[in-house]
């Protein structure tokens, strides 16, 4: 009889299968976590920063884009003029060509019309209510039902080894601190994003953070760097991200930069079964990470579950 | 004989001498972490919001000034005609009256002088070179040692009772996180401060951020309750500031109009003795502390021991 070892370690990433991307995570996290070993980290420096959409849940569309729309449908729905406003009608209509020719600007009035001018407080509360009500147009699921199951095990794996986790997204970072520590297990501290321009005034006797109708940052691309130096101060050990629009290239580079070890990790979306199949046009992400040396997830053949439902 | 208790608590703050202060803030933290309180706070929203300079450490003269003042000198010995071009000549002879005139521009260009214009990890080595040598002027200490033993033994309680400590400072983000880990055992990502544009660029083959001549955020005054809301997410259970310019009023008056328990701490400098003794000359932060029920700590009465040497 052969004897069962009493300490036998649980598979940490389940719904992963086995093959290169899953043994090199495992053996980098042992690696960096291992006393005596060169490339020991300490604790203080096990940071690793997420990007959200496309990484830690599906992006078809982006989530907050769908916010961005039920508020539009509401506004509509009480003042009929908009539905002939652009780029109102656009966005309504569901008009990408539009915006393909109006660009950033109209996109910037759309975000101003639904995520400014009212106080952080209730900004919040239009969150929550859109995730307590919001359904997916396609998968036909609460939003908080499209996280993808192996990333969230390879966020408890990392903190289960005492890193930190971050999520540094280009979206707004007021929207996903209201969901990420029931999503995640990330507390509203560790996420970056892109943020208005606030004031700090009094309203009906009491002071109240209002927001602007003005960008203050955008934490997207070359972005992404800059917010986890202002957020974190220190470059990620752990870093993945996704491809779609080359977004997250510049905090993959600024994570294999540090001095010591470090992990990249690039999504691929192949799978249009279970989930989306979509590519770059020019294909940026992953030739960068052929280039670099990362880790490309094909959500095809490493995941056996995708989503966590 | 008198049996002694077994679990007899230890005085969580030794430096504090008995009295009104210390009382309400043990009073406080033992109300809003017993399970079952009315004002129970919980784990996850246990934020304290600490000051600086004036709060944490002297401020008299501002440590970072001397930082910028000790590049100013280096500067000039490699550069002579410096000590002839204001705003470097006024910083250089110490002329306080030139700046008064002169006003923020003058600053921001000694600034510009000294933070900018190279890499972030090139910055970070000097002020730890800086912190490694300079010497307080008038303490004749190391500035290592200008830190309140009051004022750590407190970070230390709350941390105990599993508040998570932050700084948050009109000093640089950047500055302060150097030694913030080892002065008062908040790590880097638990600062909040002032902060310059940045950029991401490739320098001698490799990615690294570059310090532009630009602020970005002046974290002093209302720049506080937005700098909290932009790192934290949250209003602070517990926030700490002192008084010289007024610059803590908003970050105080903040964490009291969260809903739920709350505790505000002021500290007034009065003791020329042992410290530095100094006024706001519109009395605005005193004011603020009478008006709203905020605790005063006076350095002469309620501190057994100032400087943690």
């Given amino acids: 009889m052969i004897p069962t070892p009493v300490h036998a370690t649980a598979d940490p990433l389940p719904s992963w299968n086995n093959g290169e991307v899953k043994q090199s995570i495992i053996e980098f996290v042992s690696r960096v976590t291992t006393e005596n ?15 959200n959409d496309g990484t830690l849940w599906a992006e078809q569309p982006v989530v907050q884009g769908m916010f961005v729309l039920g508020k539009l449908q509401a506004m509509a729905a009480a003042d009929r003029t908009l539905t002939e406003r652009q780029p109102f009608q656009a966005a309504l209509e569901g008009d990408v060509e539009y915006f393909k020719q109006a660009g950033e600007a109209a996109i910037m009035e759309l975000l101003t019309a639904t995520h ?16 307590a009500t919001g359904i997916h147009p396609t998968l036909n699921v609460p939003y908080t039902k499209v996280t993808y199951k192996p990333m969230i095990e390879l966020l ?52 109240v953070i209002w927001r602007l109708p003005e960008i203050a940052r955008i934490n997207d691309h070359a972005g992404k760097p800059i917010g986890i130096d202002l957020h974190i101060g220190k470059r990620p050990v752990f870093a993945a991200g996704n491809e779609r629009t080359g977004g997250d290239i510049a905090m993959l ?3 294999q930069g540090r001095s010591g070890a470090s992990f990249q990790l690039l999504i691929n979306h192949d799978d249009a079964q279970r989930e989306f199949a979509y590519q770059e046009p020019d294909n940026a992400s992953l ?20 989503f966590f439902q």
């Fill in 287 to 306: 030739n960068a990470a052929e280039a670099n040396g990362w880790q490309v997830v094909s959500i095809k053949n490493d995941w056996k579950t995708v």
């Fill in 253 to 255: 580079t600024y994570s």
């Fill in 116 to 131: 400014t001018n009212m106080t952080q407080e209730q900004f919040q509360q239009e969150v929550q209510q859109f995730f």
């Fill in 156 to 207: 408890e794996y990392l903190r289960d080894n005492q890193f930190q986790t971050w999520i540094c997204s280009g979206g707004g970072i007021d929207f996903m601190r209201v969901v990420s520590q029931s999503l995640y297990g990330i507390p509203p501290e560790q996420v970056i994003g892109s943020s208005g321009k606030e004031e700090f005034i009094q309203q009906d006797g009491k002071y």
């Fill in 37 to 51: 070993s060169p490339d020991f980290v300490p604790v203080a420096d096990r940071i690793a920063t997420f990007d």
